[in-house]
């Protein structure tokens, strides 16, 4: 059966320091890989889109990594902050299918 | 622009009665996708529209949903009559495109309780 998955916990990190949240998937073949971000009582909000072609990208302190061997993507934030704090989520499609599916998204708490 | 645009905001109703929830796309996006979320279940797709026609309604849960998009600035999802179990925050989402290679814009969401 299809699954994504994020962080089974919650990722606490101190402030200056890197944060790394990971999402696999399993019988996927996504075109596309993204990553939202959703603070408490909001929508989420679009960060970065990878395609399966790109080994790497980057936008100011965030870094997405998607390796389609591994069946797995990173998101790296660096020099972290307490605003980075929120609930991160990855979202792929399924060979162009139109739709996302979402992951379950991983809590980061940066502490100061 | 002001972003998608979702009404009301909170809902709290009784088991049984008829629940209308709205959305306004942002103007120009021809694709509109309905979410529901929950801790349970995460945030699962109910349907898309492409151009106002449904594409994938796979995710809607049963038929006591339905969906409508009218015209190209505006969207309902129904539910008829709602059961507890259909407690949540349902959001609405716009993108210029399909939504695997665009970025989606979320509405702030309608948080729905049902009693």
């Given at each position: 059966?299809?699954?994504?998955?994020?962080?089974?916990?919650?990722?606490?990190?101190?402030?200056?320091?890197?944060?790394?949240?990971?999402?696999?998937?399993?019988?996927?073949?996504?075109?596309?890989?993204?990553?939202y971000?959703?603070?408490p009582?909001?929508?989420?909000?679009?960060?970065?889109?990878?395609?399966?072609?790109?080994?790497e990208?980057?936008?100011?302190?965030?870094?997405?990594?998607?390796?389609?061997?591994?069946?797995?993507?990173?998101?790296?934030?660096?020099?972290?902050?307490?605003?980075?704090?929120?609930?991160?989520?990855?979202?792929l499609?399924?060979?162009?299918?139109?739709?996302?599916?979402?992951?379950?998204?991983?809590?980061?708490?940066?502490?100061? | 622009?002001?972003?998608?645009?979702?009404?009301?905001?909170?809902?709290?109703?009784?088991?049984?009665?008829?629940?209308?929830?709205?959305?306004?796309?942002?103007?120009?996006?021809?694709?509109?996708?309905?979410?529901?979320?929950t801790?349970?279940?995460?945030?699962?797709?109910?349907?898309?529209?492409?151009?106002?026609?449904?594409?994938?309604?796979?995710?809607?849960?049963?038929?006591?949903?339905?969906?409508?998009?009218?015209?190209?600035?505006?969207?309902?999802?129904?539910?008829?009559?709602?059961?507890?179990?259909?407690?949540?925050v349902?959001?609405?989402?716009?993108?210029?495109?399909?939504?695997?290679?665009?970025?989606?814009?979320?509405?702030?969401?309608?948080?729905l309780?049902?009693?």
């Amino acid at each position: 059966s299809q699954k994504i998955e994020q962080n089974s916990e919650a990722l606490n990190i101190q402030e200056g320091k890197t944060a790394t949240l990971t999402c696999n998937y399993t019988n996927y073949s996504p075109a596309y890989l993204q990553w939202y971000r959703q603070d408490p009582g909001r929508g989420p909000v679009f960060l970065l889109l990878i395609r399966e072609n790109e080994k790497e990208k980057r936008k100011e302190r965030l870094k997405v990594t998607f390796d389609t061997t591994l069946k797995q993507s990173l998101f790296h934030i660096t020099a972290s902050q307490p605003a980075d704090s929120a609930t991160y989520l990855c979202a792929l499609d399924d060979t162009n299918a139109g739709k996302s599916t979402f992951g379950d998204g991983t809590t980061l708490t940066v502490k100061p | 622009d002001a972003g998608v645009i979702q009404s009301p905001r909170h809902e709290v109703t009784e088991m049984g009665q008829e629940v209308t929830l709205r959305c306004k796309p942002i103007s120009g996006h021809n694709s509109l996708f309905w979410y529901r979320q929950t801790m349970m279940r995460g945030l699962e797709l109910l349907i898309y529209f492409n151009n106002n026609v449904p594409i994938d309604d796979s995710g809607m849960p049963e038929d006591r949903f339905s969906a409508k998009m009218p015209n190209a600035s505006f969207s309902t999802l129904k539910i008829q009559p709602s059961e507890p179990r259909d407690s949540a925050v349902y959001f609405c989402a716009s993108s210029f495109g399909t939504s695997g290679n665009n970025e989606q814009f979320f509405g702030p969401g309608t948080r729905l309780t049902v009693l």
